[in-house]
């Protein structure tokens, strides 16, 4: 009954508040007034729902009980985690998605193949920014910068140069590896908040660059006619072109997460998470802090660079608009929803946040309200993400434990 209670003064609550916005109307030529209050009644029938729902949520997570179940008796965390920590189930998953990422663009339409390219895209970036804040820690705010930088490389390459796809691919990802060690040496010293604010002045100083020099970067007009991938010289249509482009992309994402995978445990990727997890005790234990730190940025830099060239060739047609804050705020918010450090949690927040807003365009006004609401509700049910990180740990037992002698 309490909770019955609070749901109504919740309600009634917003019905208040938004009385001046939604439940008059007025008409300044007629000098009327229109009462409108089945609007009203509406948004508090829908609030004292969500307001059950808020409540019955607290009071699972209180008990110390999942949100979500699922038929089968798991929670929603724990299937994604089975599904990443069993190799069948997780062989079948593969398959399955490997099955209908190849037949998915001669099934679907040219608009459904262009969502999947941006979403794949996105899985790179994601992917990309995941080694330096997942694995290193090091908060980035500025991490479209290196997107930026590789997509005007293809871009003023080929206008002034010539140069094709295939030369400008690595030369794209070369190029952002050297921009992320010069922003890495500045900052070797920040950490935090300090870190964050540095990383977001260079993202918009790249971009200001981009903007204001003309002559070079054709300023807000950008640079149109670059060319797309070819395959051999063969001519192809945009339909064609477009498919090509997926596959292309397609291989890209899956060579990324078999790369950051072996990373993952490697020695440098061991070291990325040792520097995560404390930058005192990792140097203490004779961890090269500088070395790891740069190679953190490089590496996380060098996607974004193989990103942007895609972008380029995909677009054909880029500017500065293309690369603002809101790019690296999303390409930061598909990490910690996903989980800071999971790649299969990463790849699956980044699939929702791109693809989501395209299949909801029916709530076109309400598109960004969703999307607050979701990460509202992730950091209060799921602060640590769609997926845990996987993270190693050790067990100390004694001698006589093991029941050897000594």
């Known amino acids: 009954m309490q909770r019955m209670f609070k749901a109504v003064l919740t309600a009634l609550w917003f019905m ?36 059950l729902l808020w409540d019955w949520c607290f009071s699972r997570k209180a008990a110390g009980q999942p949100v979500l179940r699922l038929p089968a008796g798991l929670s929603l965390a724990a299937a994604l985690e089975m599904l990443q920590n069993r190799p069948v189930i997780r062989s079948g998953a593969l398959v399955v998605l490997g099955g209908a990422g190849l ?125 797309r991938p070819g395959f051999f010289g063969i001519s192809m249509d945009i339909a064609a072109s477009t498919t090509y482009i997926y596959y292309l992309v397609l291989a890209a994402v899956v060579i990324t997460i078999m790369v950051i995978s072996r990373l993952k445990n490697s020695r440098v990727g061991l070291a990325l998470q040792a520097l995560r997890e404390d930058e005192i005790a990792c140097e203490a234990m004779g961890v090269d802090i500088t070395r790891v730190k740069l190679s953190a940025f490089a590496l996380g830099s060098c996607w974004a660079g193989f990103a942007g060239v895609i972008f380029a060739a995909k677009t054909t047609y880029i500017n500065p608009s293309s690369f603002t804050f809101m790019e690296s705020a999303m390409i930061l918010s598909m990490v910690v929803l996903g989980g800071m450090g999971s790649i299969v949690g990463v790849v699956i927040a980044a699939f929702i946040l791109i693809l989501a807003p395209e299949y909801l365009r029916a709530f076109s006004d309400y598109r960004m309200l969703l999307f607050g609401a979701i990460m509202v509700i992730m950091m209060l049910f799921r602060p640590q993400g769609l997926i845990n990180g996987e993270r190693r740990r050790y067990t100390i037992t004694s001698l006589e434990s093991r029941g050897d002698r000594v």
């Open 16 to 51: 208040l508040l938004t009385l001046p916005v939604l439940g008059i109307k007025l008409n300044t030529v007629e000098h009327s007034v229109t009462w409108r209050f089945d609007r009203l009644f509406a948004l508090g029938a829908g609030i004292f729902l969500l307001a």
């Open 103 to 227: 037949l998915m663009p001669l099934v679907s339409s040219f608009y459904q193949t262009n969502i999947m390219i941006s979403a794949l895209l996105y899985v790179m970036l994601a992917l990309g920014l995941n080694i330096v804040v997942g694995l290193a820690g090091q908060l980035v705010l500025g991490y479209v910068a290196f997107y930026a930088i590789g997509a005007y490389a293809y871009g003023l390459l080929n206008q002034f140069l010539g140069w094709g796809f295939w030369v400008c691919l690595p030369v794209g990802g070369l190029l952002a590896v050297l921009f992320g060690l010069g922003l890495g040496f500045p900052v070797l010293r920040l950490r935090g908040d300090y870190l964050a604010i540095v990383t977001l002045g260079f993202g918009e100083i790249v971009r200001l660059t981009l903007q204001n020099w003309t002559s070079v970067t054709g300023g807000p007009r950008g640079i149109s006619d670059i060319p």
